[in-house]
């Protein structure tokens, strides 16, 4: 589990005495990036690229803050169908990082908590040398794209 606050400015951070990881672009969600050590765990950091970014209509709406909670899943495809099963709507998994997928659930679902859920190297790894569980997870495999919501409209509110 990985708070996110969302800044207009990272470089503010060293302000507070805090000493930031590597700033780092993520294009596919329009943000600079940066983690934080938080006793044993991390915070993340990110401030909009440019003006047209869900980051940035955040900010406008909301104003700097807690953005999102990041959770980590073993298999995001099966996490996601059983959402999309259940009614909830779910963004397209895009590669947020390298080795890295993610998907957001919709806030409206949340009531307005930002949810990403993330898959990473490591945990397909574990799951391709565990085939017991990866032949399990293969019945929630999405059989078409059920997703309706594109990564920069997570964030909206129905």
């Not at 938080?38 to 209509?57: F, I, K, N, T």
């Not at 999102?68 to 998994?93: F, Q, W």
Request: a negative charge.
């Amino acid at each position: 589990m990985k708070p996110c606050v969302a800044a207009l400015s990272i470089d503010a951070i060293e302000n507070c005495g805090a000493e930031p990881g590597p700033i780092d672009a993520v294009p596919a969600f329009s943000v600079r990036s940066t983690d934080v050590a938080l006793g044993e765990g991390r915070l993340e950091l990110v401030s909009p690229l440019g003006h047209d970014s869900a980051v940035q209509r955040y900010i406008e709406r909301r104003g700097e803050g807690f953005y999102t909670l990041a959770l980590e899943v073993e298999n995001l495809d099966a996490a996601l169908r059983e959402l999309i099963e259940r009614g909830i709507r779910v963004s397209e998994p895009v590669e947020s990082a390298p080795g890295e997928r993610s998907a957001f659930i919709t806030m409206a679902a949340t009531r307005g908590l930002s949810i990403q859920l993330v898959e990473t190297a490591a945990s397909r790894e574990a799951r391709a040398q565990n085939p017991v569980v990866e032949e399990e997870a293969e019945q929630f495999a999405p059989q078409h794209a059920p997703r309706d919501l594109t990564p920069d409209e997570w964030s909206d509110v129905e």
